[in-house]
């Protein structure tokens, strides 16, 4: 099993920032590739970004590319979502997911992943 928390969501105004984090415990955090998705009101869960197990690679969705980074910090077992010039359709509940390294590159499927934490709220006011 592993267990995700997610931090770090609040009320912010468009063009505004804030970082997610999302903490791992239990099995090995390196055997893991990170995603990060989200579920926009009246809306279906969609992605946002990944990173490999070992931080080399990284994926994004077209519409936060150039705006937000995601990391991880293996030796805290964390993973980090930085979110710039953020945009009242960037509001949502975001979840952070792990998956398999097997499973790999398949980022953006949801089935991919098996664990997934509670999410956090983030609402950009315009």
């Known amino acids: 099993q592993v267990q995700l928390v997610e931090s770090g969501g609040g009320l912010v105004q468009a063009g505004g920032s804030l970082r997610l984090s999302c903490a791992a415990s239990g099995r090995t955090f390196t055997n893991y590739y990170m995603g990060w998705f989200r579920r926009a009101p009246g809306k279906e869960r969609e992605s946002v970004a990944a990173?490999?197990?070992?931080?080399?690679?990284?994926n994004y969705a077209e519409r936060v590319k150039g705006r937000f980074t995601i990391s991880r910090d293996n030796a805290k077992n964390t993973v980090y979502l930085q979110m710039n010039s953020l945009k009242p359709e960037d509001t949502a509940v975001y979840y952070c997911?792990?998956?398999?390294?097997?499973?790999?590159?398949?980022?953006?499927?949801?089935?991919?992943?098996?664990?997934w934490g509670q999410g956090t709220q983030v609402t950009v006011s315009s």
């Open positions: 990173i490999s197990w070992s931080g080399v690679s990284t």
């Open positions: 997911a792990a998956g398999h390294r097997s499973q790999w590159p398949e980022w953006e499927d949801e089935a991919r992943y098996g664990y």
